[in-house]
């Protein structure tokens, strides 16, 4: 319902020539909004308010804020987007990867399925069940200059799952447990799902 009441939006901002007028790019999805401006954000700022108004609508003032993007960062639809600088080429690019709060989602959502009190459950649903949602949400995420957070999740996931054999088996040392879990018999054994580290592109870094 939000993408077709706010369809309205992205008429009139057409017909206004927000892009072309005040230097600005509007960016949505549903009700998820982030204008790019090129020579500040006042008039698009108002043209944006005005236009809502006219559809009954106002912004979320509290949730509204101005970044400059070339020294902060911001976040939109679970990313976080900044200029970083290139440590091979020594040029600025934008860097994206999905945000600390989209990873500590997974994170607990992988947590809460692989807890002490599912090793009643088989085996095999827990981790079918892992795999499901950490792929579900690879899926989404894989995706340009991701390699070191996506890194940092397969981690998390290997050591939930090891953790979660110790348990099931009653194996109090965890050097033991570890031992009879390395890596390999997670994904060969039990069938892990393996996150990829690569990243999301090829090309990484933008030619800008």
């Not at 954000?41 to 970044?67: D, Q």
Request: contains cysteine; charged residues 30%; glycine residues 6%.
């Amino acid at each position: 319902m939000a993408n077709l009441y706010l369809h309205l939006l992205d008429r009139k901002c057409e017909r206004r020539q927000l892009e072309q007028q005040p230097g600005a790019r509007i960016v949505r999805y549903v009700d998820d909004i982030v204008i790019l401006c090129r020579k500040g954000s006042e008039k698009p700022m108002e043209m944006l308010r005005y236009v809502l108004m006219r559809l009954g609508l106002t912004l979320n003032e509290a949730k509204t804020k101005i970044v400059n993007a070339r020294g902060a960062k911001f976040d939109f639809l679970g990313f976080s987007v900044w200029m970083a600088r290139s440590t091979r080429k020594g040029k600025q690019y934008p860097h994206t990867q999905p945000s600390k709060k989209s990873a500590q989602v997974i994170k607990d959502r992988v947590t809460a399925l692989t807890k002490r009190e599912r090793t009643l459950v088989p085996l095999e649903q827990v981790v079918g069940a892992v795999n499901a949602t950490v792929r579900e949400w690879v899926g989404y995420f894989h995706f340009k200059n991701c390699s070191k957070l996506l890194e940092h999740v397969r981690g998390h996931v290997e050591e939930r799952l090891r953790t979660h054999l110790r348990k099931r088996y009653k194996v109090t040392d965890r050097k033991t447990g570890y031992a009879r879990s390395g890596n390999r018999v997670l994904y060969e054994k039990y069938g892990l799902y393996k996150v990829p580290t690569t990243a999301g592109w090829a090309k990484v870094h933008a030619s800008r």
